[in-house]
């Protein structure tokens, strides 16, 4: 077995399969580790703004997720209680991809990955990484076959973290794990057969203690999307405790808001209901940081605006135009050409989502707030166009990067 590449990408989501396919169509070679098998579900709004789809058609997919995905969304509605508000989302300037659409995570994941492979990649999978030890130039990754328990090193000059920000490497989530906070919140995703929800819209919900989406997917499915804090789970949960915890949000969703009433009056669950967190939105690239970092690795938004495998895809493409900049191999040992790399990178990454993590910040905490939830509803009701300019604001048409 191989065990020494140009570069090591841990995590096969959207973003560390892009970075695979990018680099080693530039003749990289490219070890990408992923613990799970596809195709899987995954806790995920499943929405892809329109910017994406031209980076998604470069990477060769885009056949595919046209042929798959869910239908364009072209009007955006915010619920909360008894009350809807409908406005139509912005169009991008691209003539071939004017508006986004839904693909589930266990298809589009699958996409891509199958697209890293073919491109050149070395897949491992199902294989999980234990650590990552050494310095830019020289990086020593400890694997392990989930089915076979077969244990390798492998070797690059260059490192990326690609895993999602509950799942990272065993001496990041020990780091990271902070103490239980009735603030922590908790994500859940389901999928429904013969849901009546509109197609083209995509709901935003807003009640107390916690917001989600709404979205007609691939296969027709209807998807359903939520962040909710832990004590107002825990209290939805003491007040049905025959009921799980999904079946618990489910309930609250259901009791609470009439747009997901009326959506689900004649639908039926396909599959259980999933669970993750808790979510840690921000900021995570450091200056002193040693590894690349793209995805929720690198900084991650709140889920509100849907914006999640947008930074996903984007920030792979970001980080590989730096690294490919030169259209060289010859220097990536070199430490100082990888600083240099991670500061352009920063820089581009900064520039290309901070505002959108502000926006998210502010809408979440506005949406789980009654008192706000109900000025933020009468402001919609009043005027639909600031659910059409917040869009624009949370950068659903703002072109996505190319390569250099």
């Not at 902070?178 to 935003?204: H, Q, T, Y």
């Amino acid at each position: 077995m191989r065990t020494d590449f140009d570069a090591i990408i841990v995590g096969g989501g959207p973003a560390g399969s892009s970075a695979a396919i990018l680099l080693a169509r530039a003749g990289w070679s490219v070890a990408l580790v992923e613990k799970q098998r596809f195709p899987r579900r995954k806790v995920c709004g499943e929405c892809l703004a329109a910017s994406n789809l031209p980076l998604l058609a470069a990477l060769g997919v885009g056949p595919a997720f046209a042929a798959s995905a869910g239908p364009e969304l072209r009007r955006v509605a915010l619920m909360s209680g008894e009350r809807t508000v409908v406005a139509d989302l912005p169009a991008t300037p691209h003539p071939e991809y004017p508006w986004g659409r839904a693909l589930g995570r266990e298809t589009l994941d699958t996409l891509l990955l199958e697209r890293a492979r073919a491109a050149g990649a070395h897949v491992l999978q199902p294989w999980s990484a234990l650590a990552i030890e050494g310095v830019a130039g020289d990086w020593h990754c400890a694997v392990k076959a989930l089915e076979t328990r077969a244990a390798v090193s492998l070797c690059a000059p260059v490192a990326i973290a690609a895993y999602g920000s509950w799942e990272g490497l065993p001496l990041d989530r020990q780091r990271r794990r902070p103490a239980r906070r009735a603030s922590d919140l908790l994500a859940f995703k389901a999928n429904f057969r013969d849901a009546s929800l509109d197609e083209g819209l995509l709901p935003v919900l807003s009640f107390a203690g916690g917001y989600g989406g709404m979205v007609v997917a691939d296969g027709g499915l209807t998807t359903i999307a939520c962040c909710i804090r832990r004590d107002r789970l825990e209290a939805c949960r003491q007040a049905s405790p025959a009921l799980r915890a999904g079946d618990a949000v489910e309930a609250l969703l259901r009791r609470g808001c009439r747009g997901v009433r009326r959506a689900l009056q004649a639908a039926s669950r396909a599959g259980p209901w999933l669970a993750a967190g808790p979510l840690d939105p921000g900021v995570r690239l450091r200056a002193d940081d040693r590894l690349f970092r793209i995805g929720n690795s690198a900084g991650e938004a709140h889920p509100i605006i849907g914006e999640g495998m947008s930074m996903a895809l984007q920030s792979a493409w970001l980080l590989c135009a730096q690294l490919l900049a030169d259209k060289r191999c010859d220097q990536i040992s070199g430490k100082a050409w990888q600083d240099d790399v991670a500061r352009r990178y920063a820089a581009a990454w900064r520039s290309q989502f901070e505002r959108r993590l502000r926006l998210a910040a502010v809408f979440a905490h506005l949406a789980m707030r009654p008192a706000s939830a109900a000025l933020l509803m009468e402001l919609a009701r009043n005027w639909p166009g600031l659910l059409t300019l917040g869009a624009r604001w949370g950068d659903k048409t703002r072109a996505a990067p190319s390569m250099p």
